[in-house]
């Protein structure tokens, strides 16, 4: 069964450390279980931002390739303090 994402943030075109702030800052809200839909760049940002997303306790469901960049989905792991609620974030 295909889990569906709770929240999407695109970050593609957001340089490196922003757009790991940016993810931590994300799943600060979410309550443990939520789902992550992440997309980033190809470069840096794929080879930074899921490592440190695993050191912090979070779970890497699936990296799809995409034709611009990649898509994340990480479980949270951690209480955050709110979330819920469905949308979609630019960077």
Do not use: Y
Request: proline share 5%; net charge negative; hydrophobic share 35%.
């Amino acid at each position: 069964m295909q889990r569906h994402s709770d929240l999407t943030l695109d970050l593609r075109g957001t340089p490196c450390p922003m757009n790991w702030v940016k993810t931590k800052m994300t799943l600060e809200e979410m309550r443990p279980g939520q789902l992550l839909e992440l997309l980033l760049d190809d470069g840096d940002a794929i080879r930074n931002v899921p490592r440190t997303v695993k050191a912090e306790g979070h779970k890497i469901v699936r990296v799809t390739p995409l034709e611009t960049g990649f898509q994340l989905l990480i479980e949270c792991a951690a209480a955050g303090r709110g979330g819920g609620s469905e949308e979609v974030r630019q960077g």
